[in-house]
Structure formats: C-alpha cells, structure tokens
C-alpha cells in the first residue's frame, strides 16, 4: 500500500476530502514559511535589534528596547499542534488542542502588535498585510481540518462521550511518508528557526554591547 502522503501528493483521486488534504499538505502548510520569512525580512529592514533589545522576542521573535528572551511563545502555539496533527488522528483531544493553540496564537498576536506599537521601531502597512497572513492561516487552516472530521467536531460538541479514544493521541492509521515528515521538518528549520535564531543573536549582541556602555558611561 503507497504511503499516505505519496499518494495524496500523486494526485490520483478527486476524492474531496483527498484534495483537501493535498492542499493542506502541499500547499497551505509549505506556503505557511513564505509570510513567516518575508516579517523576518521586513524586522532586519527596521534593524529590530537597534530600535526594540529581547522580552518581546518571547512573543514573536521581536526584540524590544531593554528586554530579554527566547523567540520561543508564537512558534510553539502554532507548532504543537502542526506536529501533533501530522503524526495523530484528529479526534476530540486533538481538536482541543488546535482550537486552543489558534485562540491563545491570536490573543499573543494582538499583545504582539500592541508591544510593537509601542517600541520605537516603525511597523509599516507592508509588515501588518504580513501579519495578516500569519494570522489567518492558523484559521484557515483549522477551518479545512474541521470540515475534514466534522464527526469529530461533533464529537468534541458531546465531550466524546461514547467514543473510547476520544481524550487520547491515536497514531495515523495511515501515517505519512518519513520522506514527507523530513522534508517538513528541514523546512522549518530553513524558514523558522535559522532565520529567526539569527534574529535572536543580533538581538543579544546588541543587548550585551548596551549593557557595556552603560557600565562604562557610570
């Protein structure tokens, strides 16, 4: 039997829920790095590190003035739930999780925008149309999936009464390709952790170079 994610790739049938899932797969979730990419771009324009230092890069890999952390929160709210998605069933516990992670991502965005508008780094309407992007596509993404397990939307509605595995993480019956998974993952850490980890560097140079002069202005 193909793999799952081969034969959705191959394009074979015209099974609505298989063309779903192959623009899912193929392309709402690789299309998801070309918004993420072009805010890194649009940050090392604005020199972020010059104009914001690191507590907001807890939020997004941001660096306000003065402040410190890990480009850690935005990423794990989208992430967990991708990487869960891709290696479980959907089901009750899965769509909790999913449901939380794009309600928690909004509310962290909007605290983002807010943090940003306050700093003195100039956010222009080409940035926020990016922000948009990286907004919605959690939703649309979240819309596609539902539509895909209305069951178990239903499900989740009854608090999974009735279904034995509702409120535990069932592996794929029919998981997706190594290959697939690999070629995912690679793009994560080309699109998402190096560039943003190099944002993060700069943003802890320039933090560590004020501290200095402060010191030595004292």
């Known amino acids: 039997m ?3 994610a081969a034969e959705i790739a191959a394009g074979t049938t015209v099974d609505v829920g298989d063309v ?3 623009y ?3 392309g709402l979730l690789p299309g998801w790095f070309v918004p993420g990419l072009a805010d890194w771009v649009m940050h090392r324009r604005t020199r972020i590190e010059d104009t914001s230092g690191t507590k907001e890069s807890l939020i997004l890999p941001h660096c306000p003035k003065g402040r410190g952390g890990t480009p850690t929160l935005m990423m794990a709210e989208v992430g967990l739930p991708i ?3 891709l290696r479980y069933e959907v089901n009750p516990l899965l769509l909790t999780v999913q449901l939380g992670g794009a309600a928690v991502h909004e509310a962290t965005a909007l605290w983002d925008v807010r943090t ?3 700093s003195d780094r100039e956010v222009k309407p080409l940035e926020q149309h990016i922000h948009s992007f990286l907004e919605s596509l959690p939703f649309a993404a979240l819309a596609a999936l539902m539509c895909l ?3 178990q939307v239903k499900s989740l509605a009854r608090g999974g009464r009735g279904q ?3 409120w535990r993480l069932v592996p794929r019956r029919r998981p997706l390709s190594p290959g697939y998974l690999t070629g995912i993952g690679a793009a994560i850490g080309a699109c998402v952790l190096l560039p943003y980890g190099e944002e993060l560097l700069r943003c802890l140079r320039t933090a560590r170079a004020r501290k200095k002069l402060s010191r030595k202005g004292r």
């Open 24 to 26: 899912l797969l193929y």
């Open 83 to 85: 990487a869960l998605t």
């Open 149 to 151: 397990h209305a069951d």
């Open 164 to 166: 034995e595995d509702a």
């Open 20 to 22: 779903t899932t192959r």
């Open 116 to 118: 940003a508008v306050d």
């Open 2 to 4: 193909r793999d799952r």
